[in-house]
């Protein structure tokens, strides 16, 4: 299992795709190198390397898949237009005892309760940030008071889904936002919303998968066919992360209406502007990577040991 001063060493590895150009990623000499007509043009140590995005067409080897789950580096291919279409996740699938224990759990609610509590937490800290007059923490003591009271999942489902509706009105109000419509890309903010969130998802699925989650078993989130419910509700208290950054790179001039196109009603990201960025939300992500790390083997050793002391991830 990977010790915190191990990971402290890991990064986010991108690596975008030439058109026109032969593009082959390999392993070689315990390194990961991206090799163009034939000769490398960059590579790095795989012991540096926590996850591989791999972006657009390109030739991946057998060697290189297999030293990625030896030396536990997630690979995930994307399309010319960041959508995630496969994934290669370095897995702990022998921790049968830890799935057991995830089915086993009956009180879903209440860590459910715990979760959304957190996210709203942080919520709160990101509006007191940018209006330091109002008092939010009364605000927030009287919601959390209203959660814990709640009955079901579907309340607590329409508390939050009610408060990150106004958190999101209020918070984007001085860059002219519409409202949340994930996936759909109706303006720039929605798409790096989507964006930034994928990566996040994809660095708390890979970490939930050195520890054996079941992914798909979540608490909050509840079974669906083919979503990874663990890993929406671990990210929950995180999103705040990726909203922090983009108002952020908003003030400090990072974004601008000429990186991105409207196409067909939806926006899209212009090719060459994609590694800015992924470079944004990906420095955003390592920046707290060791309290996401934290987080997630605390909630592991939680669950291994049927204890409610849950994690709080507290964005200062």
Same mark, same amino acid.
């Given at each position: $299992?990977?010790? /915190?001063?191990?990971?402290?060493?890991?990064?986010?590895?991108?690596?975008? %795709?030439?058109?026109?150009?032969? *593009?082959?990623?390999?392993?070689?000499? !315990?390194?990961?190198?991206?090799?163009?007509?034939?000769?490398?043009? @960059?590579?790095?140590?795989?012991?540096?390397?926590?996850?591989?995005?791999?972006?657009?067409?390109?030739?991946?080897?057998?060697?290189?898949?297999?030293?990625?789950?030896?030396?536990?580096?997630?690979?995930? /291919?994307?399309?010319?237009?960041?959508?995630?279409?496969?994934?290669?996740?370095?897995?702990?699938?022998? *921790?049968?005892?830890?799935?057991?224990?995830?089915?086993?759990?009956?009180?879903?609610?209440?860590?459910?309760?715990?979760?959304?509590?957190?996210? &709203?937490?942080?919520?709160?800290?990101?509006?007191?940030?940018?209006?330091?007059?109002?008092?939010?923490?009364?605000?927030?003591?009287?919601?959390? *008071?209203?959660?814990?009271?709640?009955?079901? @999942?579907? =309340? #607590?489902?329409?508390?939050?889904?009610?408060?990150?509706?106004?958190?999101?009105?209020?918070?984007?109000?001085?860059?002219?936002?519409?409202?949340? #419509?994930?996936?759909?890309?109706?303006? %720039?903010?929605?798409?790096?919303?989507?964006?930034?969130?994928?990566?996040?998802?994809?660095?708390?699925?890979?970490?939930?998968?050195?520890?054996?989650?079941?992914?798909?078993?979540?608490?909050?989130?509840?079974?669906?066919?083919?979503?990874?419910?663990?890993?929406?509700?671990? $990210?929950?208290?995180?999103?705040?992360?990726?909203?922090?950054?983009?108002?952020?790179?908003?003030?400090?001039?990072?974004?601008?209406?000429?990186?991105?196109?409207?196409?067909?009603?939806?926006? !899209?990201?212009?090719?060459?502007?994609?590694?800015?960025?992924?470079?944004?939300?990906?420095?955003?992500?390592?920046?707290?990577? =060791?309290? &996401?790390?934290?987080?997630?083997?605390?909630?592991?050793?939680?669950?291994?040991?049927?204890?409610? *002391?849950?994690?709080?991830?507290?964005?200062?």
């Amino acid at each position: $299992m990977l010790s /915190l001063p191990d990971f402290k060493e890991k990064q986010l590895l991108f690596i975008t %795709a030439q058109e026109a150009t032969d *593009n082959i990623i390999r392993f070689k000499n !315990e390194n990961i190198c991206l090799v163009r007509d034939g000769k490398i043009i @960059n590579q790095l140590s795989c012991h540096k390397v926590f996850a591989v995005f791999i972006i657009g067409d390109c030739s991946i080897t057998t060697v290189l898949i297999r030293n990625c789950q030896r030396y536990g580096v997630s690979l995930f /291919l994307l399309k010319n237009n960041l959508g995630l279409y496969a994934q290669v996740i370095a897995t702990a699938d022998g *921790n049968y005892l830890l799935r057991q224990k995830q089915y086993a759990i009956t009180d879903d609610l209440t860590i459910a309760k715990h979760i959304v509590i957190n996210k &709203i937490s942080n919520q709160y800290k990101l509006l007191s940030k940018i209006d330091k007059e109002n008092n939010y923490q009364r605000e927030f003591e009287q919601i959390k *008071n209203n959660i814990q009271i709640v009955a079901d @999942n579907q =309340e #607590l489902l329409g508390i939050e889904g009610n408060l990150s509706k106004k958190f999101f009105s209020q918070y984007f109000s001085e860059i002219d936002w519409y409202k949340r #419509l994930p996936q759909t890309k109706v303006d %720039a903010v929605n798409l790096l919303l989507d964006l930034g969130y994928t990566l996040l998802f994809n660095f708390i699925d890979a970490l939930l998968g050195l520890y054996g989650f079941d992914n798909y078993k979540g608490f909050y989130h509840k079974l669906f066919f083919q979503r990874k419910s663990l890993v929406c509700d671990i $990210m929950e208290p995180f999103r705040c992360i990726i909203d922090y950054q983009i108002l952020k790179s908003y003030h400090l001039k990072q974004i601008d209406k000429k990186d991105f196109r409207a196409r067909g009603g939806r926006y !899209e990201l212009l090719f060459d502007k994609q590694q800015k960025y992924l470079q944004i939300f990906s420095s955003a992500i390592i920046e707290r990577k =060791e309290q &996401i790390f934290n987080y997630v083997r605390q909630f592991y050793y939680c669950i291994i040991n049927d204890t409610n *002391n849950y994690p709080i991830f507290d964005f200062q």
